[in-house]
């Protein structure tokens, strides 16, 4: 298991142990994995409290990344207040999403869970006087189509700080699912809750949870990063989760599957406490969370690569072809026929890792991963 997660979300026993028997070129390359995933806050607060014999080097770029993310998570919140007051004057209705639902508040610092943008939840009839409001409060970029992710309008900037208006919450390749979806979203509004920023709701607690396991599990195979078990450490340890409500739509949603893997590697990599009632996996075993584990830390400008083929293969064979065109449309609209998005990565690079010895063993956990979501406990 990578030292990272012992270190994060250990014991303070047993992340002093594995932070002394650390070399300085294994500081290093875990120190590049954290930069990658947005864990530098996190290592920062944790090698305080627990005195690890931390390069130097290291335990300043850590500082510097949280004094950072502590002054951004300032700015996105000067932000979104600006975006509830302007959208109250004109009645719309948006609920925070994703880390923006909790991180402020009371008692947990916003600086350990960095956002590289603010997800909104609007109604599909809102959307022109979404972008319009946000255009005229000095927000550029925007348009009232879907963006190439099919869930959010094309992401509008301000001040530095982004945001995505989303119509949709999950990657629907099915009429079933789509509609199982829409529902959902029906429901998540009649439970949202206001937010910390006035003017706005937030997503409730509940379906926060269960929202950011099925992007995590589903959307991304994992390799959107292990900044998953943060939230569901805070999530789980709020003492706001309504399980029963979280498994009822988990059933709805023909996801219980993967709220299993997603809440049982967290179990087992980060202590975290579940009810479980009668949904408890008996197949989770530690090979598994040790597959799920590697999937978090792949490297970024791969995960395209990685994600596809297990991505695929959770769909019924006549769903393969409009999961395929879906998946090339986007990268086409993203322009990763010539780059992968924000990495520099040509797709040339891309399939001669995915042909590589790294990513043969990488696909191998995705497809794996799949074949365990789609058997039955």
Known sequence: MNPLFALLWGDEA????????????????????????????????????????????????????????????????????????????????AAILKGGAFVWSPGFDPALRPMRDLDLLIAPEDAGRVVTILSAAGFSGGGAELADSGKHLPAMTSDEVTVEPHLHLFDTYEDEAAERERKFIARAWSRA??????????????????????????????????????????????????????????????????????????????????????????????????RVSRLMLVDIARRSAVGWPGQILRVPLRGWPRQLFAMLRRRQQRGAAVEVPNTGVSLRATIGHALGAQGRADIADSVDLARWLGRKD
């Open 14 to 93: 047993k992340a002093a142990a594995v932070a002394a028997r650390l070399e300085t070129e294994e500081w290093q390359v875990l120190g590049r994995q954290a930069e990658q995933q947005r864990l530098r806050p996190l290592l920062h607060r944790r090698s305080m409290t627990g005195s690890w014999p931390v390069p130097p080097v290291l335990a300043r770029q850590w500082q510097n990344s949280y004094n950072r993310a502590a002054m951004r998570a300032l700015g996105q919140r000067a932000v979104l207040t600006r975006i509830g007051a302007a959208f109250a004057v004109e009645g719309v209705r």
């Open 193 to 290: 809750e206001p937010a910390a920023v006035s003017g706005l709701s937030a997503l409730g607690l509940t379906d926060t949870l269960l929202h950011l396991i099925l992007h995590a599990v589903l959307d991304h195979q994992f390799n959107n990063g292990p900044l998953l078990l943060s939230d569901l450490t805070a999530l789980t340890g709020s003492g706001q989760i309504d399980w029963a409500l979280f498994w009822d739509e988990a059933e709805q949603l023909n996801a219980v599957r993967a709220c299993q893997l997603a809440l049982g590697v967290g179990q087992s990599l980060a202590r975290i406490a579940i009810e479980w009632g009668r949904n408890e996996p008996s197949d989770l075993g530690t090979e598994l969370v040790e």
